[in-house]
């Protein structure tokens, strides 16, 4: 039995810790300065994370290389697992046409391009990123604006700050999901935690997007809607973390929030509408003074529509990269049923899956329990058997399971054949094929790091800050996902950190962990994966720089407002909205 000792080098907790901070470090170095790829970063880290095991913690070779095999799996199964699941659905609809009439009906539910940024960027945005998350919904959500009227650069910068309050949740609360499995809190408690911190940032993302847009103007003409679609996201949101389901969050939080933008909408005199043109005129302060890229949009791998062509009379043609005949979908009642009914197959296969005794019945018969072979840790502290040594192989019930579910219903409904429906699952393999990688990578990385002691030791040099501690927590959060590109990633790679640290300070556990999510969804517009994804969604490939300054400020003023919340939630001015 391994058991990592938290100052290894002469007793020194400071200068443990700076060894211990080493893979993180050439993580960030090679990825966020050196703009080496994530995969190849995280495979560097990955072996100055297991030199460092073995040259200052003393972990045996053995161990160090099955623990990050074992956080590689974890990183396969369950997460990818989900993402590649999730984003299968999302292909079917492009390479049927029926994601073209679903982007059509957007753009009918209003005329005010301030407002289709708040419903298309924010609402459905959250929705794709429910679903899948990993920088589709940045992809997608550009593409349709470019398609409803806007220029490239602003509706990439759009999606990027719109792609926030959602992330803690996506990919069917994959992150949350990752950040309770390797802290070892329960799901319930991490859940109702981040969903008591995220809707306040939801609440005023809306009001932004339009003064991104149209600048004080717009606040002034359309602040109530983009207000009430705000409060509303944010308290479904908060409902359905606390008290119905971790995987339907956002879902739910993004249906709400449109409708309730619809009906505001609908009310007269709710607000002041803008007149087609008028935006381009007064209100644009692009830098982008052509619409070149809005041509090449959904060219880059992975973009929205990739291969549609709207032929201007409302029919949608698609044609699914690898073959296949052209299908024509002319908007239609029927035709708008069918583009919605996706979404609705996901929202009913996880109600029903979550009923007590389907979901009971699911457990027994589809879990596995693996304690890993040959992996023997204990906790650095308590001396007990680490808990992150046990593998969970819960094939049937798992997320990425019925989201699998959800498409082979999704493929019966839409008549679409087992042949397009399989290019469609190899084309998503295709795309996700290096997002695979750096995720079983960085997984792997924080497996060694955690099971070798190396994350316990910077947790308990983290802390030493005190008073300051609530107040930063956010911040590493922020940088995690910044540099990764991944809230998944970051709460991997710090959420043990994050809950070692509340435990030596006095803090309760729940508070930092999910302040570590809650703060790294607003990293998210910054970091050189999405910040790339949407430079090339939009054709502005070389831009990204442009792009980071346009979206910098956004991103640290959100983060200044998430650290002031947590740091009032660990006193008594706010100490009432933790758990109970």
């Known amino acids: 039995m391994f058991q990592p000792v938290l100052d290894p080098l002469g007793g020194s907790l400071g200068w ?29 880290s990955l072996a100055t994370a297991i030199v460092v095991a073995v040259a200052a913690y003393g972990m ?18 369950p997460i990818m697992w989900i993402v590649v699941n999730a984003l299968w659905v999302y292909q079917m609809t492009v390479d049927t046409g029926h994601f073209e009439v679903l982007r059509r009906s957007f753009g009918k539910l209003s005329d005010d391009q301030r407002l289709q940024a708040v419903i298309v960027a924010f609402c459905f945005g959250a929705l794709l990123e429910a679903l899948a998350g990993f920088g589709a919904p940045v992809a997608i959500s550009a593409v349709m ?21 959602p992330v803690a949740f996506g990919a069917m609360g994959t992150p949350v999901i990752t950040l309770s499995e390797l802290t070892g809190l329960p799901l319930e408690d991490v859940s109702s935690m981040v969903g008591r ?6 609440a005023v993302v809306p009001v932004l997007l339009v003064y991104m847009v149209d600048g004080r103007r717009g606040v002034r003409q359309t602040w109530w809607p983009a207000l009430a679609c705000g409060l509303a996201f944010a308290v479904a949101q908060f409902v359905t973390s606390n ?5 339907l969050t956002d879902v739910v939080a993004a249906l709400v929030a449109v409708g309730v933008l619809v009906l505001v909408m609908r009310i007269r005199g709710s607000y002041t509408p803008l007149p087609a043109g008028a935006l381009t005129d007064s209100a644009s302060d692009d830098p982008d003074s052509s619409a070149d890229g809005a041509g090449s949009a959904g060219s880059a791998d992975g973009g ?12 949608a043609t698609q044609k699914p990269e690898g073959g296949g005949t052209d299908t024509a979908v002319e908007d239609s009642r029927g035709a708008a049923v069918k583009a919605y009914l996706p979404y609705a197959v996901i929202i009913i296969v996880f109600a029903v899956t979550k009923l007590p005794a389907v979901k009971t019945v699911l457990e027994e018969k589809g879990t596995i329990l693996y304690n890993w072979p040959g992996l023997h840790v204990a906790d650095p502290v308590s001396g007990k058997p680490a808990a992150s040594t046990v593998f969970k192989f819960d094939w049937l019930p798992a997320t990425g399971t019925m989201l699998l579910l959800s498409g082979v219903i999704t493929a019966l409904l839409l008549a679409v054949s087992p042949g397009v429906a399989a290019r469609s699952y190899k084309r998503t393999l295709h795309q996700l094929r290096w997002a695979i990688l750096t995720v079983a990578t960085v997984l792997a990385l ?9 994350t316990s030791t910077i947790g308990h040099f983290i802390a030493g800050a005190g008073p300051a501690l609530a107040f930063l927590s956010p911040v590493l959060g922020w940088l995690g996902v910044a540099v990764t590109g991944s809230d998944t990633s970051a709460n991997a790679l710090f ?16 508070l930092l962990a999910a302040a570590n999510s809650s703060g790294g969804v607003l990293g998210k517009m910054l970091s050189p994966q999405n910040l790339a994804i949407a430079a090339a969604a939009t054709g502005l490939g070389g831009r990204e720089p442009e792009l980071l300054r346009k979206v910098v400020g956004w991103s640290l003023a959100l983060l200044l407002l998430m650290c002031v919340l947590v740091f009032l939630q660990s006193t008594s001015v706010l100490g009432w909205m933790l758990l109970s």
Not at 23 to 44: D, E, K, T, Y
Not at 304 to 315: I, K, P, Q
Not at 495 to 510: D, F, M, R, W
């Open 60 to 77: 045996p070779v053995g161990q160090s290389l099955n623990s990050a095999a074992l956080g590689a799996l974890f990183g396969l199964f």
């Open 243 to 247: 008290f119905l389901s971790v995987e």
């Open 446 to 454: 924080a497996y060694v790091m955690n099971l070798s002691g190396q």
């Open 495 to 510: 959420g043990i950190l994050q809950v070692t640290a509340a435990k030596n300070s006095g803090y309760a556990p729940e």
């Open 145 to 165: 604006l470019i398609a409803l009227g806007f220029k490239p650069f602003k509706a990439a910068a759009v999606a990027l700050v719109a792609n926030t309050a």
């Open 197 to 202: 911190q995220t809707p306040m940032l939801a």
């Open 304 to 315: 929205a529509g990739a291969g549609a062509r709207d032929t201007g009379n409302g029919t």
């Open 16 to 44: 443990s810790s700076l060894v211990a901070a080493l893979p993180l470090v050439v993580f960030f170095v090679l990825l966020g300065v050196l703009r080496v790829q994530a995969w190849l970063s995280g495979m560097a």
